[in-house]
């Protein structure tokens, strides 16, 4: 099936140089979860926060596999995904992806913190459904976001090379 790229409507979306928005959500690693705040998963150092469209979207799986090969999920910052996918999902996700390095994904149906990043948008143009566009923020532990990637397109991928960039100034 070959995809069409649809260009995504300009956003005011958190930038490199603001403070990241705190938020609470649960957080599903290889085995459980619980409601935990970004704030304290930045207490144990930087994070990479990953917005990614649904679980089984192939955006998700290219870009997980994308941060395997380059070994930035083991790298110095934590790595925490965000979509409105469920606890459930999530936790299938990571077995399936092989993805148990990384912190947890976070699970947030109701994509209120892609909003307050500035991050949503309607899923396909369906009224009333959103995700979060595909986007990388890398996050000091002050909250003081150190490099963000933000895509333009569906589906558009990350500027890789740069965020190893950003991870090495750490």
Do not use: C
């Amino acid at each position: 099936m070959r995809r069409k790229v649809t260009e995504l409507e300009a956003t005011d979306h958190v930038e490199t140089g603001e403070k990241a928005p705190d938020f609470t959500r649960p957080l599903v690693n290889d085995e459980f979860w619980e409601d935990t705040a970004l704030s304290d998963v930045l207490e144990d150092g930087p994070v990479l926060l990953i917005f990614h469209p649904m679980d089984r979207a192939f955006p998700t799986t290219y870009v997980y596999n994308a941060l395997k090969e380059r070994s930035i999920l083991s790298g110095p910052a934590q790595v925490v995904g965000i979509t409105i996918s469920t606890p459930y999902d999530h936790a299938r996700t990571i077995e399936d992806r092989g993805i148990e390095a990384i912190r947890g994904l976070y699970s947030d149906p109701k994509n209120e913190v892609a909003a307050e990043y500035g991050l949503a948008h309607d899923l396909d143009g369906m009224e009333g459904i959103e995700e979060p566009r595909l986007a990388l923020y890398l996050i000091e532990p002050d909250r003081t976001v150190a490099f963000d990637w933000v895509a333009e397109a569906w589906p558009q991928f990350p500027d890789y090379d740069a965020l190893e960039d950003a991870l090495e100034a750490l």
